[in-house]
């Protein structure tokens, strides 16, 4: 009783302010508030989850009522937060809610303060929408800024902070929405079947925006881009043309220009340091049994950048607010899959909450998670399964095959050796054991992070096209990296800006169009018809989608495995040698049993007897067997 009494007498006079405020405040007559904002901006009936969580900011919104008045819609619970300027309202919507516009009401007293009409729309049932992505696909990664300028007039835009600079490799450019749905025949054409497009939401920034990871707006195409609208066109555009798109999304981090930047709702918003505290970036913490408190809290607790605001999703409200922000792009646009960043820096089991509400609206979809870790038993910790010790189930799709990068990247430069060249991919595909299906990893020779592939292979077509052989012949998703198929260079020790450099043909008045075959060099078009042709003809092969891998231990520099089902079955030779190697079948008699002849996938070679095939040095073939 004393306690209370002491905290009584402490908090009185702050308690009498507190009511003389109260008390002033009802006694104006109701100020009109204005809301500045409501997130998600509108929502749909009939979703599989009847919770609907609105952020609704304005200036004190918490000292008034919210109210709403429409059938099968229901305001569960209001929640404030530090900040009176945010309340956060619970909406239960009830299955048999119609769509429709509908007033939310705000009220101090009997006064009505404010009146936001929300809208909830009808879903649109196209049973194409949300299909996934799988072993069928191929994918094609571009930068937005950086591979197409399809309207030059929304370079800079008003209210935009950086404004365009080709001359900076680290600036913005100008490549937009208009600029993809401009090429879409062109990515067409060359076989991809899905496009990876790295964040196209406001980065507001003043600096170094045009990657597109510092989000200052999760509900807001960049202006520089193009609007909301353009990007639903874009998907309209692609779905007609039978391509996927993937959004990239960002959980760990915001750019620190944000809406709630000086205003956050509570301080738990963002991982809050006494100082500046950079994230270790190493990964495999958050899986070691052995990590210390304080290496696991700088991995998934620090700051990926001072412009970038490392994300608290242990907080509630903040994770709902992340989770129903992917619901709505992918139910707005009837996107086809995520690209997750960062995978390991949230909490992961808010990842993997995220993961259950994005599978329970949409159980067909396809999410892949950047685990960049160079293990497979690493990544193979977040592509869902049994396995995990610490009983971690991620419910994560798809994940990238950032082990096998590595491996690609150096088995084409090296000497054959007992444990170099083809052996690295050997080995790595030897540990495929520990995924729960390693069909589901998205495997790429590079992108948007790290040297481009025909730099690291020291600007060999020959080595270049050993990798895109093997890319597209064995095991999961292939992926490529914009203008790979035209030798593009770059290494990421010069700036990210030098291995995101423009397409060439992208802006009006380059002096070269590498979009076109005129405006390609003998190489270029070389590499690219390589790249088309196997593209194109992986979109028709069940055995090399879907088959089952069966490789040889590398002998004589040559690594031979073979893609089959019940009734097909191809063959892929690749001689890493620099010599000509002539290699005996017999060895792949149980793969070779029932057929009798070959036909090269890459040339007109064809094979009348199946005992024996020379294979030309630094070469790939492909067979198909009849
Ligand atoms: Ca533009």
């Given at each position: 009783?004393?306690?209370v009494?002491?905290w009584?007498?402490?908090?009185f006079?702050?308690?009498?302010?507190?009511?003389?405020?109260?008390?002033?405040?009802?006694?104006?007559?109701?100020?009109?508030?204005?809301?500045?904002r409501?997130?998600?901006?509108?929502?749909?009936?009939?979703m599989?989850?009847?919770?609907l969580?609105?952020?609704v900011?304005?200036?004190?919104?918490?000292?008034?009522?919210?109210?709403?008045?429409?059938?099968?819609?229901?305001?569960?619970k209001?929640?404030?937060?530090?900040s009176?300027?945010?309340?956060?309202?619970?909406?239960?919507?009830?299955?048999?809610?119609?769509?429709?516009?509908?007033?939310?009401?705000?009220?101090?007293?009997?006064?009505v303060?404010?009146?936001?009409?929300?809208?909830?729309?009808?879903?649109?049932?196209d049973?194409?929408l949300?299909?996934?992505?799988?072993?069928?696909?191929?994918?094609?990664?571009l930068m937005?800024?950086?591979?197409?300028n399809?309207?030059?007039?929304?370079?800079?835009?008003?209210?935009?902070?950086?404004?365009?600079?080709?001359s900076?490799?680290?600036?913005?450019?100008?490549?937009?929405?208009?600029?993809?749905?401009?090429?879409?025949?062109?990515?067409?054409?060359l076989?991809?079947?899905?496009?990876?497009?790295?964040?196209?939401?406001?980065?507001?920034?003043?600096?170094?925006?045009?990657?597109?990871?510092?989000?200052?707006?999760?509900?807001k195409?960049?202006?520089?881009?193009g609007?909301?609208?353009?990007?639903k066109?874009?998907?309209?555009?692609?779905?007609?043309?039978?391509?996927?798109i993937?959004?990239?999304?960002?959980f760990?981090?915001?750019?620190?220009?944000?809406?709630?930047?000086d205003?956050?709702?509570?301080r738990?918003?963002?991982?809050?340091?006494?100082?500046?505290?950079?994230?270790?970036?190493?990964?495999?913490?958050?899986?070691?049994?052995?990590?210390?408190?304080?290496?696991?809290?700088?991995?998934?607790?620090?700051?990926?950048?001072k412009?970038?605001?490392d994300?608290?999703q242990?907080?509630?409200?903040?994770?709902n607010?992340?989770?129903?922000?992917?619901?709505w792009w992918?139910?707005?646009?009837?996107?086809d899959?995520?690209?997750?960043?960062?995978?390991?820096?949230?909490?992961?089991?808010?990842?993997?909450?995220?993961?259950?509400?994005?599978?329970?609206?949409?159980?067909?979809?396809?999410?892949?998670?950047?685990?960049?870790?160079?293990?497979?038993?690493?990544?193979?910790?977040?592509?869902?399964?049994?396995?995990?010790a610490?009983?971690?189930?991620?419910?994560?799709?798809?994940?990238?095959?950032?082990?096998l990068?590595?491996?690609?990247?150096?088995?084409?430069?090296?000497?054959?050796?007992?444990?170099t060249?083809?052996s690295?991919?050997?080995?790595?595909?030897?540990?495929?054991?520990?995924?729960?299906?390693?069909?589901?990893?998205v495997?790429?020779?590079?992108?948007?992070?790290?040297?481009?592939?025909?730099?690291?292979?020291?600007e060999?077509?020959?080595?270049?096209?050993?990798?895109?052989?093997?890319?597209?012949?064995?095991?999961?998703?292939?992926?490529?990296?914009?203008?790979?198929?035209?030798?593009?260079?770059?290494?990421?020790?010069?700036?990210?800006?030098?291995?995101?450099?423009?397409f060439?043909?992208?802006?009006?008045?380059?002096?070269?169009?590498?979009?076109s075959?005129?405006?390609?060099?003998?190489?270029?078009?070389?590499?690219?018809?390589?790249?088309?042709?196997?593209?194109?003809?992986?979109?028709?092969?069940?055995?090399?989608?879907?088959?089952?891998?069966?490789?040889?231990?590398?002998?004589?520099?040559?690594?031979?495995?073979?893609?089959?089902?019940?009734?097909?079955?191809?063959?892929?030779?690749?001689?890493?040698?620099?010599?000509?190697?002539?290699?005996?079948?017999?060895r792949?008699?149980?793969?070779l049993k029932?057929?009798?002849?070959?036909?090269?996938?890459?040339?007109?070679?064809?094979?009348?007897?199946?005992?024996?095939?020379?294979?030309?040095?630094?070469?790939?073939?492909?067979?198909?067997?009849?």
């Open positions: 009783m004393d306690d009494k002491l009584f007498m402490k908090s006079k702050f308690t009498l302010l507190g009511f003389l405020f109260v008390l002033f405040a009802l006694s104006l007559p109701a100020q009109k508030i204005n809301i500045q409501v997130d998600p901006p509108f929502w749909w009936a009939g599989a989850s009847a919770n969580q609105l952020l900011y304005g200036d004190n919104i918490s000292l008034s009522k919210a109210s709403i008045d429409y059938p099968g819609i229901e305001i569960g209001s929640i404030l937060v530090e009176p300027n945010y309340v956060f309202l619970d909406l239960v919507i009830s299955p048999d809610a119609k769509a429709g516009d509908f007033d939310i009401v705000f009220k101090k007293g009997n006064k303060v404010s009146t936001y009409s929300y809208q909830l729309l009808e879903r649109v049932n049973k194409g949300h299909q996934g992505f799988g072993n069928s696909d191929a994918i094609y990664l937005p800024d950086r591979f197409s399809g309207n030059p007039d929304n370079d800079d835009m008003p209210g935009m902070l950086e404004k365009a600079d080709r900076n490799p680290n600036g913005r450019h100008g490549g937009d929405i208009k600029g993809i749905i401009n090429k879409l025949d062109y990515i067409k054409d076989g991809a079947t899905t496009i990876w497009i790295n964040p196209l939401l406001e980065n507001n920034m003043p600096a170094y925006s045009y990657h597109g990871y510092a989000v200052t707006d999760l509900y195409v960049d202006l520089r881009f609007s909301n609208e353009d990007y066109n874009l998907l309209a555009a692609a779905h007609g043309k039978g391509l996927k993937i959004q990239d999304m960002v760990n981090h915001l750019g620190t220009n944000y809406f709630w930047k205003d956050l709702p509570s738990d918003w963002y991982n809050q340091w006494p100082e500046f505290t950079r994230s270790n970036y190493r990964g495999g913490v958050v899986n070691d049994p052995h990590a210390s408190v304080s290496d696991y809290n700088k991995m998934v607790k620090g700051w990926f950048d412009s970038m605001a994300l608290n242990n907080n509630p409200l903040l994770a607010y992340l989770i129903q922000n992917s619901i992918i139910e707005y646009l009837g996107l899959g995520i690209r997750q960043d960062t995978y390991p820096y949230p909490y992961k089991e808010f990842m993997a909450e995220w993961m259950k509400r994005v599978l329970e609206e949409y159980p067909d979809f396809n999410v892949v998670g950047e685990v960049w870790l160079s293990y497979p038993q690493a990544v193979a910790y977040w592509l869902e399964n049994d396995n995990n610490d009983g971690y189930h991620s419910k994560l799709t798809n994940v990238f095959d950032f082990p990068m590595y491996a690609i990247s150096k088995a084409f430069n090296e000497d054959e050796g007992w444990s060249g083809t690295q991919l050997y080995e790595v595909l030897s540990q495929d054991y520990v995924y729960s299906d390693p069909q589901k990893l495997l790429f020779a590079d992108n948007h992070d790290g040297d481009r592939l025909f730099s690291k292979l020291g060999d077509l020959d080595k270049f096209k050993l990798a895109m052989a093997f890319l597209f012949t064995t095991r999961g998703i292939p992926q490529i990296y914009y203008g790979t198929e035209i030798l593009m260079t770059g290494f990421e020790h010069q700036g990210h800006g030098y291995i995101r450099k423009d060439p043909g992208g802006w009006p008045g380059d002096p070269v169009d590498a979009f075959a005129r405006g390609r060099s003998t190489d270029q078009n070389t590499a690219y018809n390589f790249v088309k042709h196997l593209m194109n003809w992986r979109k028709n092969n069940k055995a090399v989608q879907e088959g089952k891998l069966t490789h040889y231990v590398p002998e004589n520099g040559v690594y031979v495995f073979f893609r089959q089902t019940e009734d097909e079955c191809v063959m892929v030779l690749l001689n890493n040698s620099k010599e000509d190697r002539e290699v005996d079948m017999r792949f008699a149980v793969n029932g057929y009798k002849t070959a036909k090269s996938v890459l040339d007109r070679t064809f094979l009348d007897r199946l005992d024996k095939v020379v294979v030309k040095a630094k070469s790939p073939m492909i067979f198909e067997l009849e």
